[in-house]
């Protein structure tokens, strides 16, 4: 293990940060997503269900990024309460 100089992160610091990007980033997801299904809706609502069906397949990407964010700050929780 090599010495860290005076002023360096602790790991825990590092994990908190990482952790709060991801949560941070998976909120943009889901709002993005909420966002997609709510037009979606309106399209469906004025009967256009060609346009409301592809406004809702781009939600499909943004679940497996959102998947992807919470598991990874899930993991950075996990490891850094090992520690």
Do not use: F, W
């Amino acid at each position: 293990m090599t010495n860290r100089p005076g002023n360096a992160a602790s790991p825990i610091d590092v994990a908190e940060t990482a952790i709060y990007a991801n949560l941070l980033a998976l909120a943009d997801r889901l709002a993005e997503a909420a966002n997609l299904a709510a037009e979606a809706a309106a399209a469906s609502k004025n009967g256009k269900q060609n346009l409301a069906v592809g406004t809702a397949l781009a939600i499909d990407d943004l679940l497996a990024q959102s998947k992807c964010l919470y598991d990874a700050a899930i993991a950075l929780h996990r490891h850094a309460n090992r520690e």
